[in-house]
DNA sequence: TTCGGGCTTTCGGCCTGCCTAAATCTCGGC
DNA sequence: GCCGAGATTTAGGCAGGCCGAAAGCCCGAA
């Protein structure tokens, strides 16, 4: 089966599913978070089991196989290093990329990209806190909680911020948080940062953001 | 109608064709230059004459419309600031950066474009002497002769080589022939550099160099 | 234990872009 | 003026990805 931009818009996608939390990825999520209606998951599904990509029992959830998984990891690989790219050479800012990677992701040679990789000296990580997964799929795992999760009073630096959702990007951005903030929990949805002011974080963004433990 | 990567593949060999000799290009050409069946360039040219693209009278050549030089002019801006970019940032040789063009020209954002096109302080011309249009589709033409068409004697340097085979461009490259080198025709097939070296063309190659006039 | 709502799958269809094979047209040579 | 080679178009199909509607399955609540 050929590797075509859908085949790892849907790796990539069940991927990051178990990336910071263990449960499998049911058909009805994926669908959701690709955009499509439930049926084209169970059509790619087939299709991706077929070439031994992932494993699934019908009614059950996803799971990436070792290959699967090194599929992913490359396309992870690619999307975290070009936005890791966008920010340190041509002016983006770290809450805008993520559409732009998106689709180079799909676009870039193993030539170009070990390119990206040199100039940029290797990288650990993109501009969100997200790991960026080594050729061979190997990644350093870094022990992190929710913001949503923490217990009130804990203290912690941002790890990293999901890229999910663009504008809860911006507003962090616009709230000066990013990767690397220090702050304490005041409760689910209150922060301090070190200058000693305060910010109320919608519910979503709460979520969104993980404090290293 | 939209703008996808097989409709700017069109426009783009169309618009090249052009580039340097004034006949339309017609559909078996066209199938040719793009490697589809003559078939596929007949349906795809319906949409393109729907779509105001292109005139096309049934049995006849094929041209742009303003509308479709335009979209052409984005696509062939695309590609050769691409080129331009891979050979002076990221390592390529003027000779490699065909292929990765290819797909790159049908991801980049205007964005993401504008900030390449800065970076390389807007250049007039890409690695292999093409001219690269600017946002509005405007370049500036140079007079140009054909090596293979140079009466013997004629001396002049290259302006450009055509990208199309990428063996010739090998083959030249392993010659020190490229864009900016001083030649003198001795005739239609050989060549002085300015060393008082001769090499000997293929008729291919011959016929893919231009020189000033 | 049964039932119903929600999740998953099946089914039939659509669109793009490509193909081959079979018309059909054009035009230069005789 | 006719004819045939070569170019172009038409017709019928295929694969990838997507859809909505309808059928099937699963599991928790009662």
Same mark, same amino acid.
């Given at each position: 089966?050929?590797?075509?931009?859908?085949?790892? #818009? +849907?790796?990539?996608?069940?991927?990051?599913?178990?990336?910071?939390?263990?449960?499998?990825?049911?058909?009805?999520?994926?669908?959701?978070?690709?955009?499509?209606?439930?049926?084209?998951?169970?059509?790619?599904?087939?299709?991706?089991?077929?070439?031994?990509?992932?494993?699934?029992?019908? +009614?059950?959830?996803?799971?990436?196989?070792?290959?699967?998984?090194?599929?992913?990891?490359?396309?992870?690989?690619?999307?975290?290093?070009?936005?890791?790219?966008?920010?340190?050479?041509?002016? +983006?800012?770290?809450?805008?990329?993520? #559409?732009?990677?998106?689709?180079?992701?799909?676009?870039?040679? &193993?030539?170009?990209?070990?390119?990206?990789?040199?100039?940029?000296?290797?990288?650990?990580?993109?501009?969100? /806190? &997200?790991?960026?997964?080594?050729?061979?799929?190997?990644?350093?795992?870094?022990?992190?909680?929710r913001l949503a999760?923490?217990?009130?009073?804990?203290?912690?630096?941002?790890?990293?911020?999901?890229?999910? &959702?663009?504008?809860?990007?911006?507003?962090?951005?616009?709230?000066?948080?990013?990767?690397?903030?220090?702050?304490?929990?005041?409760?689910?949805?209150?922060?301090?940062?070190? /200058? /000693?002011?305060?910010?109320?974080?919608?519910p979503d963004a709460a979520a969104s953001?993980?404090?290293?433990?």
């Open positions: 089966m050929s590797t075509t931009p859908a085949v790892e #818009d +849907y790796l990539k996608t069940i991927y990051a599913h178990t990336e910071w939390q263990p449960e499998p990825i049911t058909p009805s999520v994926l669908a959701a978070r690709l955009g499509v209606a439930p049926s084209s998951v169970t059509e790619m599904v087939k299709k991706l089991a077929g070439a031994g990509l992932i494993t699934h029992v019908p +009614y059950g959830p996803l799971r990436l196989t070792p290959a699967g998984f090194l599929g992913a990891s490359a396309v992870v690989r690619r999307h975290r290093l070009v936005e890791t790219w966008l920010v340190r050479e041509m002016g +983006y800012d770290w809450d805008q990329v993520h #559409d732009e990677a998106e689709i180079l992701e799909h676009a870039l040679s &193993d030539r170009l990209l070990e390119a990206i990789d040199v100039r940029l000296g290797r990288p650990g990580s993109d501009p969100h /806190g &997200d790991l960026i997964p080594a050729a061979d799929g190997s990644l350093v795992r870094v022990p992190a909680i999760d923490a217990a009130p009073g804990h203290a912690g630096t941002v790890l990293r911020i999901s890229d999910r &959702d663009p504008a809860i990007l911006r507003d962090l951005a616009a709230d000066s948080i990013g990767p690397g903030s220090a702050l304490t929990v005041l409760e689910s949805c209150a922060v301090r940062l070190p /200058g /000693g002011s305060i910010r109320l974080l919608a953001i993980w404090l290293t433990k």
